[in-house]
T-cell receptor, first 119, second 110 residues
């Protein structure tokens, strides 16, 4: 079964600085998606960025970028020029896309990292 | 376009009571999920479905049941509610590359 681990329960960063959130996962599959979701106090789940496993190039979305290391099964999120609005809980997630596999379509989340942004 | 709609938003149950959390999506997604989120914790998968008539257990299925008779609806049934089921419940539907979440149901069992 796939597992997703976020080893940093809490992180903090100064406004305008850069912070990196860590995520590792365990899978025997070759085809999958990885995601970072943001959950502000409103509880809404917001997609931050996604990465397809077959793409070697790291995904970027404005101030958000990932470091995807497929062999190491690592998927970290870098937030540049941090803003007060970035404060939230961040979740790493894994989605199986291996058609015919026992976990096809399953979407699994990590434990989350609470990010605090200091002015 | 309503997206994913969960009802109710809040509910207090007494121990031993039963209830159904409703989830409807209007995006024609095959994949749907139920999660629970305890305070300050991550999302734990209860059940998921890859299409009408197909459901599978997640990490924490005990005490819950689901059905998927249509593409749109994926209700979650709690039988014999217990205090350990106090949590916030999220329903989601997804494409392969993005999931869409409901606003959550805060359930308290007393």
């Amino acid at each position: 079964a796939q597992t997703v681990t976020q080893s940093q329960p809490e992180m903090s960063v100064q406004e305008a600085e850069t912070v990196t959130l860590s995520c590792t996962y365990d899978t025997s599959e070759s085809d999958y998606y990885l995601f970072w979701y943001k959950q502000p106090p409103s509880r809404q789940m917001i997609l931050v960025i996604r990465q397809e496993a077959y793409k070697q190039q790291n995904a970027t979305e404005n101030r958000f970028s990932v470091n995807f290391q497929k062999a190491a099964k690592s998927f970290s999120l870098k937030i540049s020029d941090s803003q007060l609005g970035d404060a939230a809980m961040y979740f790493c997630a894994y989605r199986s896309t291996n058609a015919g596999g026992t976990s096809y379509g399953k979407l699994t989340f990590g434990q989350g990292t609470i990010l605090t942004v200091h002015p | 376009n309503a997206g994913v709609t969960q009802t109710p938003k809040f509910r207090i149950l007494k121990i031993g009571q039963s209830m159904t959390l409703q989830c409807t999506q209007d995006m024609n997604h095959n994949y749907m999920y139920w999660y629970r989120q305890d305070p300050g914790m991550g999302l734990k998968l209860i059940y998921y479905s890859v299409g009408a008539g197909i459901t599978d257990k997640g990490e924490v299925p005990n005490g819950y049941n689901v059905s998927r008779s249509t593409t749109e609806d994926f209700p979650l049934r709690l039988e014999l509610a217990a205090p350990s089921q106090t949590s916030v419940y999220f329903c989601a539907s997804s494409l392969p590359y993005e999931a869409f979440f409901g606003q959550g149901t805060r359930l308290t069992v007393v």
